[in-house]
């Protein structure tokens, strides 16, 4: 636990001092802080089970899995990241370890997780 910690932790950090001195592209929405909260639910999880992302997504999608290289490829919009560069800081995740992509709007992903479970249950997903 504590080593994802510590990894989400210098993950944000760099990511931080990237931005500040304007080397990555975009805005970022950093996660620092809210660790413990982050890797603590993702252990109570199955490696099947699907988590959505708040727009603070960075340390969720780290804590469920998502590879550092990838999600940082993605902060500065490359293809090689989580999202094909396409999602930046914003709406990252990785639906290959069960992080869908991150929402902007805060209190949307109830609705949107509730709605992709019917759908999965109506073509026997679940």
């Known amino acids: 636990m504590y080593r994802r910690m510590f990894l989400i932790r210098q993950f944000e950090l760099k990511v931080n001092e990237l ?10 929405h950093l996660s620092h802080g809210q660790e413990a909260t982050e890797v603590g639910a993702c252990l109570a999880l199955r490696p099947d089970d699907v988590i959505t992302l708040t727009h603070r997504g960075h340390g969720q999608a780290l804590a469920k899995g998502v590879a550092p290289a990838a999600l940082m490829a993605e902060l500065f ?5 989580c999202c094909h560069g396409k999602g930046g800081s914003l709406h990252v995740g990785d639906i290959t370890v069960g992080a869908l992509p991150a929402i902007a709007i805060v209190g949307a992903s109830s609705p949107i997780a509730t709605g992709m479970a019917w759908a999965w249950i109506g073509v026997g997903v679940v």
């Open 77 to 81: 919009g490359k293809a090689t990241g």
């Open 19 to 28: 931005f500040l001195k304007g080397l990555m592209p975009g805005t970022i």
